[in-house]
């Protein structure tokens, strides 16, 4: 299809159709979906992931790069993992250990989804369409990251069925952040593969931690200290990572993903 705004309807329309579906399934009682959670929100993540599968392959036709490339400029990026250590660290503080069985299938199936979701499918879609009627520019490229993880962010409301608004807000925040450096992953490494493989730590440490539905949270000094940690580590190594001049180096791999 041409207009790839038209797509971007259907993307997020068919998105939005399954969980109103599956909300509806959980107000009437048909699946019993809160008293065995981690269960069947990993298969109804499993189930999405075949649907956006198939929306992609018969009409978005969008390409996704899963290819590791061990040349990749990815891999010369050593410090992205004490970073990341560093912020698991910032939200290991003060919590209280769940299991492991419990959360790893669906840090796995929820990494794997969103990535495929905001960056596989919606990044590239939201940056063609931007670059319809103009000549392609890395500013569209940052407004397309902006924008695809404002979705990714705003995806997050859906979070309010079983936690309260402030928990909600910070999660969203947190997302955004999270969208950026995901984004910027995609592009530094050529590959989705490290953005899933990083979705699903940051997924993994937070449900081990805080569990798979977050309480309520405080907002105090040390709630805004962790957020603020997070957010100088995820925006921070995104310029890093997608400045200008490493960009432009990048800028004929973006360019074939949506050719």
Known sequence: ???KWWNLVIILGVYFLFRLVVIVINEFGL???MNNFIFWETVLELAIILIMFSVNHWIVKQKIDFRFNIKSPFLSLGPVFFL???LFSVMLSD???RTYGNTLPLALSAGFFEEYLCRGLLFPQIFQALSEKKERNFNQVYLAIFLSSLI???LHLLNLRTQDLPTTLMQMWEALCAGIFFSALY?????LLPSILFHFLFDFIGMYTKGPVQ??????????KSIAIITLIFLGYSLLLINKKKLSKQFAWVNNLIS
Do not use: C, E, T, Y
């Not at 592009?187 to 590959?191: F, T, V």
């Not at 309480?215 to 805004?224: D, I, K, M, P």
């Open 1 to 3: 299809m041409k207009n």
């Open 31 to 33: 699946i019993p979906i």
């Open 84 to 86: 990341m250590v560093i």
């Open 95 to 97: 919590r209280l250990p």
């Open 152 to 154: 990714f962010s705003s």
């Open 187 to 191: 592009l530094a490494a050529n590959s």
């Open 215 to 224: 309480q309520r949270v405080q907002v105090n000094s040390a709630s805004l």
